[in-house]
């Protein structure tokens, strides 16, 4: 990286991937902040990345993601991973004191200095969760991470979305309340690789997998049939079969080549996203308001509104 700036990035940047935690959380803040510095950043982390396998763990609030990541993390760092956590906060009234709990959950992780943890806000940026998540996923990838863990509340279309590019997506049901029901309703299922019934040692979970078995049948042929864990997470039971089903999905992306069409997918909605933002950022906001109040008098049409907006 070129430049006085450049040289304090190059330092950060050696001082993240030996590991030091203070300043992977500075790099990933430049990506959460938008930093003016990010396209030279990206520039040269770019070549970096492509290492660490992407797992996405998604469901509905409650189900026990942050849970069964909590495991996960530790299964994956008994195998010798460092592994980094993406914890998206939807900022919706679904998730309220999420993240609190969200650190309790992961704190028997916070000495481990093979293990990140950083909580990304969705709102508040103008392209949202799927700008701003696919670029932290790349900078921890760059950085050295084996494994990144992206958890998202499976409430909304972005959420969903973010999760699903994922090299592999965890969809997380629970029994009970026909939630195997609800997830397929939500469109979840669609994007499941492995499918987790956790909370099996509450009632139900048996008929929650029949559910799921019969949800699946529906889903359009492909060639990858996402297979159903069975966890207690809070007692750790089933992680282990969670990870030998994320490395099998791994193993399958690698030899059928889909790894490459799964990261391409990825990298589609991130452009898309940034498209989309830089959009929003080249137009003016007073011209936009006085275009909204002519299309509203049907001055104007909408078409015409957003030609003149953009400029062509
Ligand atoms: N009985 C039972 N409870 C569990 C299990 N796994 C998690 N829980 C509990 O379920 C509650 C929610 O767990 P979380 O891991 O916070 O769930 P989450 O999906 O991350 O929740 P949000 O992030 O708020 O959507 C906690 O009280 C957990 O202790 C399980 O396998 N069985
Ligand atoms: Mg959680």
């Known amino acids: 990286v070129a430049g006085a700036a450049g040289a304090d990035l190059d ?52 189900v026990g993601k942050s849970t069964t990541t909590s495991a996960l993390v530790g299964a994956l760092r008994a195998r010798g991973d460092r592994v980094a956590v993406v914890a998206v906060d939807p900022s919706s009234p679904f998730s309220g004191g999420a993240l609190l709990g969200d650190r309790i959950r992961m704190s028997e992780h916070a000495t481990d200095p093979g293990v990140f943890i950083r909580s990304v806000a969705s709102r508040g940026h103008l392209g949202g969760l ?74 139900g979970a048996d008929a929650t997998v029949r559910e799921l078995r019969q949800a699946l049948t529906h889903r359009p042929k492909g060639d990858w049939t996402p297979p159903i864990v069975r ?35 990825r990298s589609r909605a991130e452009l898309r996203a940034l498209v989309v933002e830089a959009a929003l950022s080249r137009i003016d906001d007073r011209q936009l308001d006085a275009l909204a109040a002519q299309v509203a008098d049907a001055e104007l049409d909408v078409y015409s509104a957003v030609r003149l907006l953009l400029g062509d």
Do not use: C, Y
């Open 11 to 62: 330092a950060l940047l050696a001082g993240a991937r030996a590991g030091r935690p203070r300043d992977i959380g500075r790099l990933v803040s430049l990506v959460e902040n938008g930093s003016s510095e990010l396209p030279d950043l990206l520039g040269s982390l770019g070549p970096l990345t492509g290492h660490a396998n992407v797992i996405g763990v998604t469901g509905p609030p409650g």
């Open 130 to 203: 799927a700008a701003t998540t696919p670029q932290v996923v790349r900078v921890l990838d760059a950085v050295g991470f084996d494994a990144v863990v992206v958890e998202t509340v499976g409430v909304g279309q972005s959420e969903v979305e973010v999760a699903a590019s994922a090299d592999t997506t965890v969809v997380l049901v629970a029994p009970g309340m026909g939630d195997g029901v609800q997830a397929a309703k939500a469109g979840i299922l669609e994007v499941a690789d492995v499918l987790v019934v956790n909370k099996a040692d509450l009632p």
């Open 231 to 265: 966890t207690v997470a809070s007692a750790g039971t089933g992680i282990d079969d969670l990870v030998d089903a994320i490395v099998e999905r791994r193993d399958w992306l690698r030899r059928t080549g889909r790894l490459g069409e799964r990261r391409a997918a």
